[in-house]
């Protein structure tokens, strides 16, 4: 960097200055002097005192007091608030009982390391974010002990090479962190990557790879070497169907059909703007094999919505086991590989892999697609809580906004108390917004459970309709957010047996193009099967069931359980139960960026 050059009297004055400041800054733990410098006049420099601050970010949440649960993991970040080309060096502290001080000794340029809080924990510096002056900080607990400690900071500051830019400004703001593919994997550890020679995967148990595309939240799995395209799959399942009707090819199966749908009825059609975010044609590798190595690209299928193959998920849990690796989400879910001309591969809710079981059965469905490679990420820091956020979709939405212009699986508040979480399904009536509960409705804390009623046919006047269209609206909506609800919603009640298109539960052939005549009319039902957030779940819960509108038979109905598999049973019997219902086209969104941290709140407009 070149330095400012100064007179020589004026160099020592300046030195003085920042040497006083300097001592100044180290004189306390937590209240500290802050400069900032601009050029005046004749290249004259100005100092003029302020504060510098700090702040440490866990769960989103302001806090310097850490507690980090036994064999787990927490991030948190350090931001200082000082010129980003004037380095600060910093310690940790760990702060025990009054007066004593344990430093933890990390200094920016010179790694990290902590004293025994608990044997088998660590501390260390993930990466530093969009400027010199913001950090990741990694807390990483693998004994079977909780940690509970505080931290402060003590700064210093490194002022032996200070030059201006032209404009005087030493900050400047920072509009994108850089392409995905650069930022993702340079913040990731270098011992859970694994280049292949042809992709770089992340790997392991614990990556901060999370990215929030569309109303979704995805987990990066892989950069291509060549092309910079990344390639995405959905942490949770999105819905719930069977792969084909007993073939186990990839191209012109019910699977690649629901993936690639345009209309309301499939995945690609309820995605943001895909053409701006997603390649288009990807090439997936479909090819038959019994081995969990890579295989030869013999059978390939260009769609712009893909599963991952059974090499990729094997791959993303070295250094691991497949139980803790990352992708394990405790749910069952299809892969794109054959095992047989018969059966395909897919993963249990212990996040190991099985071939025994037909295409015709039904298991959860996690959508995987390829980033195109000049997307940038704007924000976040790829954690849970904090996920990247891609450059387009990072919306500011003002007050006023409608529902209706929303996207899929944004979080929407609605109702009260424990049930106030919902998520946007599609816009199946081409108005309104249709919406599921997030989780199935509880009860003091507790998933209700209900019969269906004494046959497969839902009405406002079986047992469960009864329910969703009057107690449910009274005592767990409540009027203000009652009136919102469209009062006449068509419901379609398909037959839907095994190894039959999932397009049978709205449609009364598999073109999709006339739709059913069982059907019925009500304010509230049920999710179909097949319809986005079918087969849904964040956590697996109690080994909770919940009823679909679907039926199975002329005599059972499906349900969706709670590892993400699916079966049918009498209507007699006890599940838990989404409401879910459209809302009119005048309901306006009010606050919230429609994340599940941050909801949309909602009120209808006159």
Avoid at 76 to 105: D, M, Q, W
Wanted: charged share 20%; aromatic share 12%; glycine share 8%.
């Amino acid at each position: 960097m070149k330095k400012l050059l100064l007179e020589t009297s004026f160099s020592k004055i300046y030195m003085i200055v920042m040497i006083i400041i300097t001592l100044l800054i180290l004189g306390g733990y937590f209240s500290y002097a802050m400069f900032t410098v601009s050029k005046e006049k004749g290249n004259a420099i100005s100092i003029v005192t302020g504060n510098l601050e700090y702040k440490l970010t866990v769960d989103e949440e302001e806090t310097n007091k850490l507690t980090v649960e036994s064999n787990s993991v927490k991030d948190f970040i350090v931001t200082l608030s000082n010129p980003n080309n004037i380095k600060a060096r910093f310690n940790f502290y760990y702060i025990g009982e009054e007066p004593s001080y344990t430093k933890i000794g990390y200094i920016v340029e010179e790694g990290m390391n902590i004293p025994p809080l608990e044997v088998g924990t660590t501390l260390e510096k993930v990466n530093s974010i969009g400027s010199s002056n913001t950090y990741i900080v990694r807390v990483i607990n693998n004994s079977a002990n909780q940690v509970e400690f505080t931290l402060g900071v003590s700064v210093g500051l490194d002022y032996n090479d200070l030059s201006l830019p032209d404009n005087g400004h030493l900050l400047e703001e920072i509009t994108d962190k850089g392409e995905v593919g650069t930022v993702v994997l340079d913040d990731i550890s270098k011992d859970s990557l694994h280049d292949d020679g042809t992709d770089t995967f992340i790997t392991g148990e614990y990556p901060n790879n999370y990215i929030w595309y569309s109303g979704k939240l995805w987990r990066a799995v892989s950069v291509n070497n060549e092309e910079s395209t990344v390639k995405l799959v959905t942490q949770w399942n999105m819905s719930t169907i069977n792969y084909s009707s007993g073939s186990s090819t990839f191209a012109g199966s019910y699977m690649e059909s629901w993936l690639n749908d345009t209309t309301v009825d499939g995945f690609l059609g309820n995605l943001r703007e895909p053409e701006n975010f997603i390649v288009m044609n990807s090439k997936w590798n479909a090819t038959e094999t019994t081995s969990s190595s890579k295989p030869p690209e013999t059978t390939i299928v260009e769609d712009a919505v893909g599963l991952l193959n059974y090499y990729e998920y094997v791959t993303s849990y070295k250094g691991a086991t497949y139980s803790n690796g990352y992708l394990n989400n405790g749910l069952y879910w299809w892969c794109l590989t054959p095992y047989d001309s018969t059966k395909v591969w897919r993963i249990d809710n212990n996040g190991h892999f099985g071939y025994n079981w037909s295409t015709i059965y039904s298991y959860g469905i996690r959508p995987s697609i390829n980033l195109k490679s000049d997307l940038k990420i704007v924000d976040g820091n790829g954690t849970e809580s904090n996920p990247y956020r891609l450059e387009g979709d990072n919306d500011t939405i003002s007050s006023g906004t409608k529902l209706s212009s929303r996207y899929s699986g944004e979080y929407v508040q609605f109702g009260n108390d424990e049930n106030n979480l919902y998520r946007i399904v599609s816009h199946e009536n081409g108005t309104g917004t249709k919406i599921t509960s997030a989780e199935p409705l509880k009860e003091n804390n507790n998933f209700k459970t209900i019969s269906f009623g004494d046959n497969i046919n839902y009405s406002d006047t079986n047992t469960i309709g009864t329910f969703l269209n009057k107690d449910y609206l009274t005592t767990y909506v409540g009027e203000s957010y009652s009136n919102m609800i469209e009062d006449n919603t068509i419901w379609y009640l398909g037959e839907v047996n095994s190894g039959i298109s999932y397009k049978l539960a709205k449609y009364i052939d598999e073109n999709g193009t006339t739709l059913t005549t069982s059907k019925a009319t009500a304010k509230v039902g049920l999710l179909r099967y097949g319809e986005l957030m079918s087969g849904q779940f964040d956590i697996r819960e109690n080994n909770t069931y919940y009823w679909l509108i679907t039926p199975n038979s002329s005599s059972y109905l499906r349900y969706l359980h709670s590892y993400g598999s699916q079966d049918s049973s009498s209507p007699t019997s006890l599940a838990s139960i989404k409401p879910t219902f459209n809302l009119k086209q005048n309901v306006i969104i009010t606050g919230g960026n429609g994340t599940k941290n941050s909801p949309f709140t909602i009120e209808l407009s006159s």
